[in-house]
């Protein structure tokens, strides 16, 4: 089937530790996204890529980072100096960058840290 | 920069009434869509509006995009618990679209 793919789906990080959540898509979409939400705050963008090899900051970059090595692969890792990572994180895809894009999500990776 | 807001930000009704939510943004969009995330769930796309003015019906949904191109609403008639979960509307004149906060509705069966 095709779509996008998030792992683990539950991670739970000690503080201090780095975590990578993974994200693959088999949608041959160009764009990548990752999302942050947390509780009646809607989504909030942390990192896209329109293209391999490519990546821009979203609204709340800080503490973490991305790599876009692969057209189908946009992992995201979570920094220590993200000083309060328990969140839902989403990862997404689109055909192309922006407006008149439709953006297809994963089912998410809960993270606590414990 | 761009801002995108929704109300109301949460939403109970009884199963069989009508509910709204308004989007409403700081700057001209050139297109507008609605997702929909389950409780537990991840967003899913409902639908895209592109011309002022344009409204689309999807059975008991009704999209409408304003004349302005600045703001949109989601109509559901008679609710049902199916209809549970949060609405985003998202809109971009740019190459990063930006996510309301979402309306969250809960029907009481």
């Known amino acids: 089937d095709g779509g996008i793919t998030q792992s683990p789906k539950y991670l739970f990080r000690k503080e201090g530790q780095n975590v990578t959540l993974s994200c693959e898509q088999n949608?041959?979409?160009?764009?990548m996204y990752w999302y942050r939400q947390d509780p009646g705050q809607g989504l909030r963008l942390i990192y896209y890529?329109?293209?391999?090899?490519?990546?821009q900051k979203g609204d709340i970059a800080e503490g973490y980072s991305v790599s876009r090595e692969k057209k189908e692969s946009f992992p995201l890792t979570v920094t220590s100096a993200q000083k309060n990572p328990t969140a839902f994180y989403l990862c997404a895809s689109s055909p192309g960058q922006g407006a008149g894009n439709t953006i297809y999500f994963g089912e998410g990776s809960w993270l606590t840290v414990v | 920069g761009q801002q995108v807001m929704q109300i109301p930000q949460y939403q109970h009704v009884q199963e069989g009434e009508d509910f709204t939510t308004y989007c409403n943004s700081s700057?001209?969009?050139?297109?507008i869509q609605w997702y929909k995330q389950r409780p537990g769930g991840h967003p899913v796309f409902l639908i895209q509006?592109?011309?002022?003015?344009e409204v689309k019906k999807q059975k008991r949904l009704t999209f409408q995009f304003g004349e302005a191109k600045k703001n949109s609403s989601l109509h559901i008639t008679a609710t049902q618990t199916t209809d549970v979960g949060t609405y985003f509307c998202?809109?971009?004149?740019?190459?990063?679209?930006?996510f309301g906060k979402g309306t969250l509705l809960t029907v009481n069966p």
């Open positions: 509006l592109v011309k002022s003015g």
């Open positions: 998202t809109g971009g004149s740019n190459y990063k679209l930006t």
């Open positions: 890529s329109q293209i391999v090899n490519d990546f």
């Open positions: 949608l041959n979409h160009d764009a």
């Open positions: 700057t001209t969009l050139s297109n």
